[in-house]
Each structure stands twice: as C-alpha cells, then as structure tokens.
C-alpha cells in the first residue's frame, strides 16, 4: 500500500506558479509510474501530467504542456508539480496518483490516490 499526500495547493494570481508536492509513504514511490489529475466543479477528472519510475519520462495534457514541469525524486519518495503561467481556467483539486497504468493518461488506471490540493486563480 501507498498513501499520498498532496501539498502545495492556493490562491495564486493569473500568470503566477505554484509547486505542488506530492508525499507518499508506506511502500516506496519508486516502484510507481506517478501522474497528476485534476478536478474541477461539474467536471470530469482531467489528466495533468504522468512521469515514469525512473523520471526519465514524461507526459503532460495538452491544456498544460509548456506551463506545467512534473519531476521527482525517489531518495525522498516525493513527485513535484511546478506550474508556471497559472490561467483562470486551471483552478482545480489537483490530485497525485500512482500506480501501474495500462494507460497512462487514464485515471482508473492509477491504484494510489492522495486525498488533493486545491488551487485557486485569480484574474
């Protein structure tokens, strides 16, 4: 078992960043492929970014591609998410999830989840 937990998440001005941390405990991260998703009201859960188990390897939605970095780093079993020209429409719980997805853009595919982080633009 793996237990995530998000941090990070508030009110950021439009074209302003933030970092997101994501902590996890119990078996090692490492062993994980790790992604982020989020949610916002009245809408699907929506792929943000996934990166490989080694960090060699990422993915990112095409709403964040160019704005949004996820990175890791296995010696402190923590994924990162820096998101950079924060937009009105980006305002989300972001969520940190793991696992070893078929499908690495899909959410069920994921097993672990954090319980999220909520972030907050201002126009």
């Known amino acids: 078992q793996v237990q995530l937990a998000e941090s990070g998440g508030g009110l950021v001005q439009a074209g302003g960043s933030l970092r997101l941390s994501c902590a996890a405990s119990g078996q090692t991260n490492s062993r994980y492929r790790m992604g982020w998703f989020r949610q916002a009201p009245g809408k699907e859960r929506e792929f943000v970014a996934t990166?490989?188990?080694?960090?060699?390897?990422?993915y990112y939605g095409d709403s964040v591609k160019g704005r949004f970095t996820i990175s890791r780093d296995n010696a402190k079993n923590t994924v990162y998410l820096q998101m950079n020209s924060l937009k009105p429409e980006d305002p989300a719980v972001y969520y940190c999830a793991g696992g070893s997805p078929t499908w690495i853009d899909k959410a069920p595919n994921y097993a672990y989840w954090g319980q999220g982080t909520q972030v907050t633009v201002s126009s």
């Open positions: 990166i490989s188990t080694s960090g060699l390897n990422t």
